[in-house]
Every structure is written in C-alpha cells, then in structure tokens.
C-alpha cells in the first residue's frame, strides 16, 4: 500500500487525539523536623536525585519545621501535605486531637541513641544525674526519647540539665565539652568522633523499643490523596533499598545533590554506613518500611506509665502499611 504524505501526517494526528496528555506532576509539600539537607534525610534527596519522585508523578517541595512533634502539628493541620518525625511521633500528638499516623518507617532500629563524652564518667543511665544533655529542642522527638531513657533509669528530667541547643548545637556544644552527652543520630556522633571527642554509647533499644525515622500523613491526606502519599512512600523506599544496596553509590549522588556537603563523598559514605547497621537493617527484608502493632503499643504503653503522654489512643490508629508494598 502506497503511503502518502497526506495519510502519514492524519494518522499522526489521530494517534494524538486518541493517546491520554500525561496529567501534570502532583503537587506535595514535605516538612522536615530539621535542615533537609542532614545526612538523616539522605534517602529523600536521592529519591529527587534519582527522579524517583517525578517517576511516581509527583513534584514534591521540601520545607523544615522545628522538631518531629511540630511538623505533626503542621501536617495534623493541614498547613502541609506529609512530614517526617519517629515511629512514635503519631502517638505523642494523635491525643491532641491531631490525626496524624505514619505511614512508613525507614528501618527496624531506632533513629536515636544516647551518647556521652567518655570523660564524662557516664558509666550507666543512673549516672546522667546532675549531667547536662542536649536536644534539637522541646518539641523534637529526640527530646521524648530522651525522657523514656531517664524514666527507664527512674530518673526525673528535673535530676540533671536538659538543653534545647539547635541541630548545630548538639555536635558543637560536645566538642567544646560544653555539655556530657545528647539523644543523637548516627552523623552527629561520627561528627563528634571525627573533632577526637571519645564517645560512650548508651543504645535506646534494649530499655524502650523505640523505632526509625517515619514518613507522616493526615488520615484526611490519606483518605482524599492515597494514589500521592503511595507514590511518595514508593519513591522514598526504593531510594532507601538503593542506599542500603550501595551506600558508596547513593553517598555520590547525594553529595551531588546537596551542596552544603561538597568533597565530603568519603565522610558522608561512612554516615551512611552507619544508618544501613544500626537504623535501616530490617529481618526479614520484605518488613522494611512497615509497623509492627506490637512494638507501637510496648512503647505506647510505656510512655502512659511514666507520664511521657497522658493518653493512649487505638494503635490502629497510629499507622498504616497500606501504602509499603
């Protein structure tokens, strides 16, 4: 059949009309507890690095709130689509009537552990009394952890000095020995190790089972924008499963995206290191990303005993795995 330039060019324009326009990129603002561009938050600027965001069709916009209980006020209220705290976070604000649940956890660990200059003499949780400690601040989950810890040693936060210094302040303020130790995140104790200050650690997990970084959602942003907060969470876990495949490979690529971190590949991989041990590795493999009900009502549980928060809530109503496939 003989093809003419009249026949090619209609068919051209009937594939056109009968092909769907692509919808334009759904819109998603993401609030951080602290500066996006800490090596905490290194899974999230890989998925935009990777375009794994816009794969999923989302164009998404980073802001930075202040501490992990903040940014689920802000998400609770709906002055942002989705936010990042602990796996605990939900259940700390969720009684002040703000709906907010997670909806993934990045890793099976806790996202914090206690550490202490060793010349501190901090032997034992019992020997934090009369010591000065440092958080982000008073509304950061860091800080609640830390009041799980003091209350697991029968310990009052009135027995020693509990200081709001910043995300700065918490690696500054230990290296001038301004102050004995911090609820920290792997990079802030390699931060303080690497200026030769000798660290003693005190790990979360064996007196509180506290849990991983968690991506946070309304139950209003879940039930009207479902198809956005899967495509947010698959983007976020795929750039977490590459960052524990080949942490020297996703350290580059972040470097490349994050300015504030040029010609720091070799620091930064070695951070990185520690996330993938003692924060992201997760048994059986297929759990990562998901919530244990368990482990969520343990530490419910817990905090009500000593008085962390004063209600418990539904633990159903704190999670959802529906969007970790």
Known sequence: MHITRRTAIGGMMAAAVARPALAA??????????????????????????????DNNLAVTYRTGRGGADVATQVGAGNVDMGGGVGETSMIVRPNDLPVRGVALLGSHPLFQLVTRKESGIKTLADLRGKKLGVIGYQDTGYYALLAVLASANLKRSDLEVQAVGPAGVTQLMIAKSIDGIV????????????????????????????AQAILASDKVIKERPAVVRGFVKAVMQSLRD????????????????????????????????????VYATQPASALGKFDPARLKTVQSFYVENNIIKTAVPVADLYTNEFVS
């Not at 931060?191 to 007196?207: H, K, N, R």
């Not at 960052?243 to 580059?252: E, I, L, T």
């Open 243 to 278: 960052c524990m495949a080949d942490p020297a490979a996703a350290a580059r690529d972040y470097v490349a995206a994050t300015p504030q971190h040029t010609g720091k590949e070799v620091e930064i991989e070695r951070i990185l290191r520690r996330y993938v041990t003692q």
């Open 25 to 54: 990129p759904e819109p998603v603002t993401y609030l951080f507890p602290a500066p996006s561009f800490l090596p905490a938050f290194i899974p999230f600027q890989l998925a935009v690095k990777r375009n794994y965001f816009a």
């Open 184 to 211: 920290a995140v792997p990079e802030w104790a390699d931060t303080i190790e690497s200026a030769g200050i000798a660290l003693d650690y005190f790990p979360i997990e064996p007196v509180l089972p506290a849990m």
